[in-house]
């Protein structure tokens, strides 16, 4: 891979790059979720105590506060450090999008100061200086705070996967923002959002359930872990449905705007209509497939119809696979898609008059010459990063990372979804549902008989506590996989169709960056041993009760 | 300052609250050593602003070489 491009930049120092940067982006994403997702669980629990003004509700709520804080506290800051590898190791790419860039992470920036500082603090501190109704407010907006952060990062990585809103400039070789809205409110962007967001609060509350889980196992804290796990599995099946809904608008994004990503998630080597969503099908994780020789993946199972209702919502939609996108194609509505090799043509098109409008410039040629250079370079800009693949199949991402983090996340997805049904049944009193439930499941063995009965979620098998304890990691697998989709899928591209990792990254020597990738593993890897032993330590210690 | 202010009220909640830490402690510990190791360390060691090192102020010009002579079949 990438052996095909004329440079003089030490291949491995673009795979060091961008394994830090993908190591740093992982430990980032470690916090934010849970961040999201607590915020929603402990913002529910306290407006229960601000209904009810029932002590317990509001040692409950100060006792995820502090789950929350701990982690907040240990997020803090992780995600500066990718603004310190776009600096040194991507500096050509900063470069070109600094403009875009520039208004969405300094409006993150303010927000998350002002927003979260104000309102954290209140939210610790304020218990017995300010009133119920505004240490509510505060509770809620520090969330809110965090989820508004989170939609200008989103933005501004929605624009790496779909630039739109801007023009690029020759003379300041930057892209431009021309159109502020079309950037903060793209489709790809909010699609983006509500997605990671909705299925952040999954890992909430998968982890609210599983610290729950854990207390009924050991017989303590029974109250808060039965009110909180009724909270909690209610927020996470509403989550995880949310999550299955607004992953399918995401796809259909990724089906308009980026389809060799989908092409690639889906091991669909060869498109047309009326496409099949794969069930079953094997691809080898540690090869590229030959996707101009197979037909398909092998062992492919197909559920029918799917893969073109999940992208076009149209059972009978055109969806292509690789090699189409290779070779070009045209969509039963008349759209014709150029081939990889006639962008390679723009690309280089594009290049060519970018180094010829800086040499007139520089030598102050008249401006008929200069416009005519301008409107060639604003005709190919689009393919501009196609002028730096020499062969076509550079711009296929690596499908195995992409065909197996799709279906981790899918099937995890459907893991959560049956997961909280079954504990919402269990938790609540839901008329004849919940009896039948507990006899059907004594009848295959996963209830004990004793409990089939009675309505209690305490006596139920070990394993099954167990099992919600082990669901914790497994939500962090599921929304990591889906970032690696993310990712991976847009390979090569930094910002797609424009600018590839080879163009994008800085001429360094890979060892010092080899070198600053083992400090972060180190690093990264102590600080979450640390945050992993305060939450267990005040898990274990349980919720400080107050005599009300 | 009156202490019935918002002046002083905030202050209050801060200074009160700072005061009163005590899980808060630690983890405030933690965030500093943490921003001095990205900031004092990191950031001046090892993540140098690679565009103001090799660019001399010409940060456009540097980009337009480097994006120009990487491209393929072009900037001959």
């Not at chain 1, 009326?274 to 069930?279: K, W």
Request: hydrophobic share 50%; net charge neutral; charged share 15%.
């Amino acid at each position: 891979m990438f052996s095909n491009f004329i440079l003089d930049i030490d291949v491995s120092t673009i795979n060091w790059s961008r394994a830090q940067f993908a190591l740093t982006a992982i430990y980032h994403w470690l916090f934010v979720p849970l961040t999201l997702g607590l915020a929603v669980i402990m913002g529910i629990i306290e407006t229960r105590y601000y209904r009810t003004r029932e002590v317990f509700w509001r040692d409950a709520a100060k006792f995820w506060q502090k789950l929350f804080g701990i982690n907040f506290a240990m997020g803090v800051a992780t995600g500066i450090i990718l603004e310190f590898e776009f600096g040194t190791n991507w500096s050509n790419y900063s470069w070109f999008v600094g403009d875009i860039f520039g208004a969405p992470l300094a409006i993150e920036g303010i927000l998350a100061f002002f927003m979260e500082s104000t309102f954290v603090a209140v939210m610790y501190f304020g218990w017995k200086k300010v009133s119920p109704g505004f240490h509510l407010a505060s509770t809620w907006l520090t969330g809110l705070g965090a989820t508004i952060s989170a939609w200008w990062i989103l933005v501004a990585n929605a624009w790496m996967q779909n630039p739109v809103g801007c023009e690029f400039n020759p003379d300041t070789m930057r892209n431009e923002m021309v159109d502020f809205l079309a950037v903060a409110f793209s489709p790809f962007a909010v699609g983006k959002f509500f997605h990671t967001v909705i299925s952040s609060w999954i890992i909430g509350a998968v982890f609210c359930v599983g610290v729950c889980c854990w207390y009924l196992m050991k017989k303590r804290e029974i109250r808060l872990a039965t009110e909180s796990l009724k909270i909690g599995a209610v927020v996470g099946l509403i989550a995880s449905l949310g999550a299955a809904f607004t992953g399918h608008i995401s796809g259909q994004q990724v089906a308009k705007v980026q389809p060799m990503k989908l092409a690639a998630m889906e091991a669909l080597y060869n498109g047309g209509t009326g496409q099949g969503l794969t069930a079953v099908g094997w691809v080898n994780p540690f090869e590229q497939p030959d996707y101009e020789k197979e037909a398909s993946a092998p062992l492919k199972i197909d559920m029918p119809y799917a893969l073109s209702i999940m992208a076009t919502d149209d059972p009978h939609g055109y969806v292509p696979g690789i090699n189409d996108i290779l070779n070009g194609y045209t969509t039963p509505d008349g759209h014709v898609e150029p081939s990889v090799n006639e962008k390679i043509k723009m690309g280089q098109k594009a290049i060519s008059a970018i180094a010829a409008y800086r040499k007139a410039k520089a030598a102050k040629a008249p401006e008929p010459e200069l416009a005519s250079l301008l409107s060639e370079i604003q005709a190919n800009v689009k393919y501009m990063g196609y002028g730096y693949i020499k062969d076509k199949h550079d711009v296929v991402p690596y499908v195995p990372v992409n065909f197996w983090a799709f279906r981790v996340m899918v099937g995890l997805g459907v893991v959560f979804i049956v997961f909280f049904a079954v504990m919402i049944i269990l938790a609540f009193k839901i008329p004849y549902l919940s009896v039948i439930t507990r006899r059907l499941l004594a009848a295959f063995g996963i209830l004990p008989e004793t409990a089939a009965d009675t309505h209690t979620l305490l006596g139920l098998p070990a394993w099954h506590y167990w099992l919600a304890v082990a669901l914790i990691p497994l939500a962090y697998i599921a929304s990591e996989s889906g970032w690696l989709v993310a990712e991976f899928g847009r390979q090569p591209w930094t910002i797609q169709d424009m600018l590839p990792t080879w163009a994008a990254v800085s001429d360094l020597h890979s060892s010092s960056v080899m070198i600053t990738f083992i400090l972060f593993l180190v690093l990264f890897t102590t600080m979450l041993a640390v945050e992993i032993s305060i939450l267990l330590k005040q898990i274990s210690k349980g919720p400080e009760y107050e005599r009300g | 300052m009156q202490k019935n202010s918002w002046l002083y009220r905030i202050y209050d909640l801060y200074y009160d609250g700072f005061r009163s830490m005590r899980l808060g402690k630690t983890l405030w510990t933690i965030i500093l050593i943490k921003l001095f190791i990205m900031f004092a360390i990191l950031k001046v060691f090892f993540f140098p602003n690679f565009l103001k090192e090799h660019a001399h102020g010409d940060e456009a010009g540097y980009v337009a070489t480097e994006l120009i002579e990487r491209g393929v079949g072009s900037g001959e």
